[in-house]
């Protein structure tokens, strides 16, 4: 059988926004033959991935604001344009279907949404992965009719690619467990993020009940799993939730129970463990143009400094910007300057400061809107919340918690036990992948992971190896000609690079 002219593994965002680009390429110069595109995605649901798709709640907001979700102008007009002409559709449906977490956001941003103050708001998510899907079917349907592309859709999960003769075999798993393969003159890994890592978790019992994935089958079910759990649970001091990080999808989950008072009712205490016992900031809106950044100036001054010297004064000057909050134009200062200081350094360092450091500043100033912060808010206001600053060690079988103390290294156990534990801890070392797929490419030595430990090493091309092409947060911590971006779990980062890859593939 004649090879696929491209495989895309993976059918969220990276993959949609890769192919909008590859379809307006083609219709400007169409190729010397149709090309054949196959599409192999593991969940029953194409085009949306998990942030925009049914494994997320329909109240799961944007991270950043819309307006800085759509970073492009000519986009975000678009974005805001279809928004305006569909708002009343959109907002009725969230309505019907958002239950009281709907309501109180509707509530919340009914002033800004209809003064067009987008820098304050924060969409319910649903409603840009509709958007981009619409686009993307509409940019299809046009390739179709013209004859240019022929698409295949595979619901499997791939486990493996091996090349073969100057192209790819690709072996994919079925959900009834069968076996099979096809060949790929160029594969496109889109699988969004690396799957959670493999933490010390039992497994379900009388005494203990365990969600490894928030969005494993979804976020709803897995609510309605802590909720059943909790309800059987006959003493109440014993309804105690454990959750294993203080990441996005910690804030996002306490937001999401927060919406649900029946939930809440049940719950005695929720305790997140995390090695700053810190959630994410709250955003500052600060209309003050002028901001500090006495380490770094002073760094500029002495001169002949090296890229451990420019971190640590960027994290000094990071740590006061976040006192109070995160003000978004006082963090672009510091990290702008700190690009700036970066540039006499070599290639070495700048490799460096993109696998390795630039995640360590990200991580002091994660951040979130006020919509989100709304969750660990009332639930600090009913005294149910504990943000516990330590290193998650174990949890045995009877909910028991043994975690080493941040500040003092000292090894402690948790005085309550837990009947829920929630992991969002986010993606391990890509060597150590719970992914079979990730973890062949590298044991096989078809990749390589480069210094993040987060992404795969890839060239300009965006190749893993010949004909082998990431996009996605997998290209996170890459440093060449054309990406330089030390995390990639950013929608409007993927758009950017789609149209550079698009050209790799149909030059």
């Not at 495989?7 to 400007?28: H, K, N, P, Q, Y």
């Not at 500029?300 to 990071?318: F, P």
């Not at 045995?396 to 290294?409: K, N």
């Amino acid at each position: 059988m004649k090879p696929a002219d491209i495989v895309i593994i993976g059918s969220g965002i990276a993959c949609t926004s890769t192919l909008i680009e590859v379809f307006s390429r083609l219709i400007e110069k169409p190729a010397d033959h149709k090309i054949s595109i196959t599409i192999i995605e593991k969940n029953h649901e194409f085009w949306l991935g998990i942030p925009y798709g049914s494994r997320s709640s329909v109240n799961a907001l944007t991270i950043t604001s819309i307006y800085d979700f759509f970073t492009d102008e000519l986009e975000r007009n678009y974005f805001l344009d279809w928004f305006t002409q569909n708002q009343i559709e959109l907002l009725g449906w969230y309505q019907q279907n958002g239950g009281a977490t709907a309501k109180q956001w509707m509530q919340r941003n009914a002033e800004a949404i209809k003064t067009g103050d987008w820098k304050n708001v924060y969409l319910p998510r649903y409603i840009c992965g509709k958007y981009q899907r619409q686009k993307f079917e509409t940019a299809l349907r046009i390739v179709e009719e013209k004859g240019l592309v022929e698409l295949t859709l595979i619901n499997a999960e791939v486990i493996d690619i091996k090349p073969e003769n100057n192209s790819y075999v690709v072996n994919y798993e079925l959900p009834d467990k069968t076996y099979f393969s096809l060949s790929a003159a160029k594969v496109v890994i889109a699988t969004g993020s690396a799957p959670v890592r493999n933490i010390d978790l039992p497994r379900d019992n009388d005494a203990i009940t365990v969600i490894n994935d928030l969005y494993e089958p979804g976020a709803e079910e897995n609510i309605q799993k802590l909720t059943d759990a909790l309800s059987e649970t006959k003493n109440q001091t014993d309804r105690n939730v454990l959750v294993i990080g203080s990441n996005a999808s910690s804030i996002e989950f306490l937001y999401l129970l927060a919406g649900q008072p029946q939930v809440i009712r049940l719950i005695n205490k929720l305790v997140v463990i995390s090695k700053s016992g810190l959630l994410p900031y709250h955003i500052i809106n600060d209309p003050l143009s002028e901001h500090l950044t006495n380490n770094l100036d002073q760094l500029k001054i002495q001169g002949n400094y090296t890229v451990e010297a420019l971190v640590d004064a960027a994290k000094k000057d990071i740590s006061i910007a976040v006192k109070d909050g995160v003000i978004v134009s006082y963090i672009d200062k510091i990290i702008g300057f700190t690009f700036e200081l970066l540039q006499p350094l070599d290639e070495n360092a700048k490799k460096a400061f993109i696998g390795i450091y630039g995640m360590q500043l990200s991580n002091l100033f994660r951040r979130s809107g006020a919509d989100y912060k709304t969750g660990s808010g009332l639930l600090n206001e009913l005294g149910k919340l504990v943000l516990l600053k330590g290193s998650f060690d174990k949890i045995d079988g009877s909910g028991e918690l043994h975690y080493t103390a941040t500040d003092s290294d000292q090894k402690l156990i948790y005085p309550a036990r837990f009947k829920m534990v929630v992991n969002c801890t986010g993606s391990d070392d890509l060597s150590r992948s719970p992914s079979k797929l990730i973890y062949n490419l590298v044991h096989n030595g078809i990749a390589e992971v480069n210094l993040s430990g987060k992404g795969l090493l890839v060239n300009k091309c965006f190749e893993a190896a010949p004909n082998l092409y990431v996009i996605g947060p997998l290209l996170g911590g890459n440093k060449n000609e054309r990406i330089h971006f030390w995390h990639l779990e950013n929608a409007s980062r993927i758009m950017y690079l789609a149209p550079y890859l698009a050209e790799c593939l149909v030059p």
